[in-house]
């Protein structure tokens, strides 16, 4: 059965920063494209590799992988806040398959998610509840990050999974590309921080609205020149999109968390999802691109992109 892939930016400030209109017109007609893909494959099952921005996640206990057996959404900047609809059976015997292949991945039976899993799935479908889905945590903020090759098995483990299966199934890759948003690094945070770094859930209405406006002000210093936050990079971003369109998802290897830190942000490690979702579609048959949209958007604090793909023998 045929296999697809829609790797996409997510921004919180989508809907609280506005960037110049020609700027929001393209993003609104990429989305558009990016829906009438998925309308017209019909996807039976959403497989989700997406991060956690220290709302489902903590310091206490930070696996570089998990697959949820039941999730639910955080509802952090007003986004899905609800049970999503996971087919448990399919995620057990998913983790019992990449566990078989030597790849050791945690399980959660009550995984939070937040909105750099859901949105992708919110500005496609509508609502998010209905989707069938598997979420798939992939660690992409705290530190220490497993080498890229090691996201690839992992990706290549899942693909590997749904290969044979009777089901259409849309992987999705949530996050990146290069960006740098006020993320507390564990490093260098304060007492204040680390606390909210190791164990912040279930925040105080007040405390989430404190939280979500120092981004908001910041995006927003950013877009004026005024933010003292990473530049965004684009030939970086150009670069990692080509390696997703070369189909040569080994090059994903040569990838250096150092590096990624140095010239792409701290938040440019969210494109773990888009290499586990380019290798679990790799591990299904070789794939080509069909669409691509890149802008760099101070706005959203983001390399902003958007990649829909299916497999090179199967029309959608």
């Not at 921004?11 to 506005?18: E, I």
């Not at 998913?94 to 939070?112: F, K, P, W, Y």
């Not at 479908?125 to 080498?147: Q, T, Y």
């Not at 040569?254 to 490690?269: K, L, T």
Request: proline share 7%.
């Amino acid at each position: 059965m045929p296999h697809a892939l829609l790797c996409m930016s997510h921004s919180p400030l989508l809907h609280h920063v506005d960037p110049p209109e020609d700027v929001k017109a393209s993003v609104d007609a990429a989305f558009e494209q990016a829906r009438a893909f998925v309308r017209d494959f019909a996807p039976d099952l959403v497989v989700n590799f997406g991060p956690d921005h220290y709302n489902g996640f903590f310091y206490d206990l930070m696996p570089p992988f998990c697959i949820g057996y039941r999730a639910r959404g955080t509802g952090d900047y007003d986004s899905f806040a609800d049970e999503l609809n996971v087919p448990t059976d399919v995620a057990e015997a998913l983790a019992e398959h990449v566990i078989d292949r030597g790849i050791d991945v945690a399980i959660s039976r009550q995984m939070e998610v937040d909105h750099g899993a859901v949105q992708p799935m919110e500005i496609i479908f509508g609502d998010v509840a209905p989707v069938p889905v598997v979420p798939i945590f992939v660690n992409s903020v705290a530190r220490p990050f497993v080498k890229m090759s090691r996201v690839r098995a992992f990706g290549q483990a899942v693909g590997e999974y749904f290969a044979s299966s009777n089901s259409r199934i849309l992987f999705i890759g949530s996050g990146g590309l290069s960006h740098d948003p006020p993320i507390p690094q564990i490093a260098t945070a304060t007492e204040v921080q680390r606390k909210l770094l190791t164990d912040g859930r279930n925040p105080t209405p007040e405390a989430r609205a404190a939280r979500q406006t120092r981004v908001i002000d910041t995006a927003r210093a950013f877009a004026a020149g005024d933010a003292d936050i990473m530049d965004l990079n684009p030939d970086w971003d150009r670069a990692f999109l080509d390696v997703c369109r070369s189909g040569r998802v080994e090059n994903f290897d040569g990838y250096s968390a150092e590096e990624m830190d140095a010239v792409a942000g701290h938040s440019a490690h969210e494109v773990r999802n888009w290499v586990s979702a380019y290798s679990a579609l790799a591990a299904c048959g070789d794939y080509r691109v069909t669409y691509e949209f890149y802008r760099p958007i101070k706005e959203y604090i983001a390399g902003f992109g958007i990649t829909t793909a299916v497999l090179a023998n199967e029309p959608i």
